[in-house]
């Protein structure tokens, strides 16, 4: 008599999670053996930044099926956040062009309520038409007669280190809350435009806006410096050398038999490991609330067919709408904390296509819908990311290692190493799709 092949004890839908999490430990733990523990951190760090981003895409495509393809441009706000909380305000650059900057804002204010009172009052369209169209071709060319002159005053500033307004003089740690309003401010702002549009046509257009957001940073020098970079930001854990010359650092390495140098760099990237694993444990606790409760039901429902949702009389609309802002904030927050973690803020490192794809790859893989899937697909995603150049070096290397050092073939080779990224992530996502197509921790179906 046959019998039907039972799956292993160990590897129930209980027990895979907190497996492959230990197994995902294993391998940070190899990288601290067989590289260095300063690099084994580093990468958990982004590990745990990659995880909240992934969160955030999660919650737009896994709860509602919202294809977003700008989530560099939300990361972006929340690293301009950094930036516009924790760098001193500039006093110059605020006597030169800071009324100029706050009359041309009035104006902006000033048309927008006016929009607002023509398109609610005026009842004849083509009389409503033809006001809003003056007023934003009026308010845009007057606020342009107070920002341009003040932005060239700001910008003349000590352009060679400021050249821009600065910031609050806050803690950094308070860009992670701007960061997400910053970030679900714009996603609003997208939402109203957007979200009527068929999937495929509002992939496209959040790209193009990513691509906005992204460009108006690159080159708003008076804003955040642009392409020109603010470097030296604040950070929430205490610097390397500052440790070294502290009496109770020196004698705990010192009582540990480590180096004072390396001993920094690791307490430094542990406390940052402490601060972002709080805020991963504190999304995912509240990411795991709303998916598991009647809102996250009805999100997953209307996601699976949006006809049937409306008719049952749910407003669609609006709560794309809210899981779309949700996410989105999410993602600023990651955007903010990756920001503070390079103490740099640097727009031209984020790069839509780029970036965004490994994120997707990141959701795909973890499981679509499953939060721990989001977390575990970041964790995995990067960390194979940034080892697969080395792995692929050292790969390389053993291949060609009967051959003569300067034999073209194996320069050639070696000099290929860095995209054994590329290879390796394709291959991860096809053996994903083919063999686990719900992702390798699938979303909990039948709740």
Known sequence: MRTKLSRPVLWTPRLRTP????????????????QSWVVSLSILNLCLISAIMALGLNMQWGYAGLLNVGVMGFAALGGLAGVLISQS?????????GAGLGIALAVVVAAALLIVLLRRFVRR??????????????????????FDPAVDEIERIDSATTGYLGGAGLPIILSWIVGGLLAAGAAWLIGKVALGLRSDYFAIATLGIAEIVITVIKNEDWLSRGVKNVTGLDRPVPYEIDLQQSSWF???????????????SIFVKLCYAVLFALVLIAIVWLAERALNSPWGRMMRAIRDNEDAAAAM???????????FVLGAAVTGIAGAMLTTLDGQFTPGSYQP??????VWVM??????????????????????WV????????????????????????????????YMRLIVMGLILLLVMRFSPRGIIPERRGR
């Open 19 to 34: 497996l492959l999490f230990v197994g995902m430990a294993a391998l940070l733990i190899a990288v601290g053996v067989g």
């Open 313 to 323: 009389g749910k407003d669609v609309t609006r709560r794309h709408m809210q899981i």
């Open 387 to 418: 080892e697969a150049e080395p792995a692929g070096f050292w790969l390389m290397d053993a291949i060609t290692a009967g051959l003569p050092e300067d034999k073209p073939l194996r320069a050639h080779l070696l000099d290929s190493a860095a």
């Open 353 to 358: 296509l780029r970036f965004t794809f490994l």
């Open 125 to 146: 369209k083509p009389l409503r038409t033809a006001g809003t169209a003056v007023v934003l071709v009026a308010g845009f060319f007057i606020a342009r007669i107070f």
């Open 250 to 264: 020196l004698d705990l390495v010192h009582w540990l038999g480590a180096d004072p140098i390396t001993g920094s």
């Open 363 to 384: 959701v795909i893989v973890g499981g679509s819908g499953n939060n721990w899937g989001a977390v575990f697909g970041g964790f995995l995603v990067w960390f194979v």
């Open 89 to 97: 305000p500039v006093a110059d650059a605020w006597s030169a062009g």
